[in-house]
T-cell receptor, first 115, second 116 residues
Framework: AQKVTQAQTEISVVEKEDVTLDCVYE???????LFWYKQPPSGELVFLIR??????QNEISGRYSWNFQKSTSSFNFTITASQVVDSAVYFC????????????FGTGTRLTIIP | EAGVTQFPSHSVIEKGQTVTLRCDPI?????LYWYRRVMGKEIKFLLH????????ESGMPNNRFLAERTGGTYSTLKVQPAELEDSGVYFC??????????????FGPGTRLTVL
């Protein structure tokens, strides 16, 4: 069965520091998708990125970057030069296959950026 | 374009009562999902509609939970009778149907249910 582990429950960093959120996944499928969602204090889950299992290229979007490594089953998320607005709970999630598109979530990492 | 909306935002009920949660997906999204987060635990899948049909309801905890999506638009999730362990945040999400790929799901703000 699929599983997503976010070992870091809470992280606090001072503003402008870089921070990496870890995500390790387990799946028996060769085709799968990985996601990151952000949950700000307002409560809704905001989609950040989707990555399929055939694309191991790292991705950068502004201050956000993602490192996908199939060899270690990890999909880590780095925020560079953190800002107070980055404070939120971040969830990593997995979808295993077409036709069964339910997201399997990790327990989330609460990130606090200290001004 | 309006996002996914959920009503109510909060509900406090007593054990044994009935509660109905509503979700309005993004217009045109055939896929609709319900998830639940019990305090301190991960967000867990409940069920998935494609239009008005239940595609997967493997995550529904028991027969006290009933989900409907009449007409393939909004969906309701009824809990009857509610138990203490049903407390949590119920999220709804929707996505576009797409052949050959998995689309991102857009989430609503959730309904926080408290059963006393």
């Amino acid at each position: 069965a699929q599983k997503v582990t976010q070992a870091q429950t809470e992280i606090s960093v001072v503003e402008k520091e870089d921070v990496t959120l870890d995500c390790v996944y387990e799946t028996r499928d060769t085709t799968y998708y990985l996601f990151w969602y952000k949950q700000p204090p307002s409560g809704e889950l905001v989609f950040l990125i989707r990555r399929n299992s055939f694309d191991e290229q790292n991705e950068i979007s502004g201050r956000y970057s993602w490192n996908f490594q199939k060899s270690t089953s990890s999909f880590n998320f780095t925020i560079t030069a953190s800002q107070v607005v980055d404070s939120a709970v971040y969830f990593c999630a997995l979808v295993e296959d077409f036709g069964n598109e339910k997201l399997t979530f990790g327990t989330g990492t609460r990130l606090t950026i200290i001004p | 374009e309006a996002g996914v909306t959920q009503f109510p935002s909060h509900s406090v009920i007593e054990k044994g009562q009935t509660v109905t949660l509503r979700c309005d997906p993004i217009s045109g999204h055939d896929n609709l999902y319900w998830y639940r987060r019990v305090m301190g635990k991960e967000i867990k899948f409940l069920l998935h509609f494609v239009k008005e049909s239940k595609q997967d309801e493997s995550g529904m905890p028991n027969n006290r939970f009933l989900a409907e999506r009449t007409g393939g638009t909004y969906s309701t999730l009824k809990v009857q009778p509610a138990e203490l362990e049903d407390s949590g945040v119920y999220f709804c999400a929707s996505s576009q149907e797409a052949q050959g790929r998995i689309n991102e799901q857009f989430f609503g703000p959730g309904t926080r249910l408290t059963v006393l």
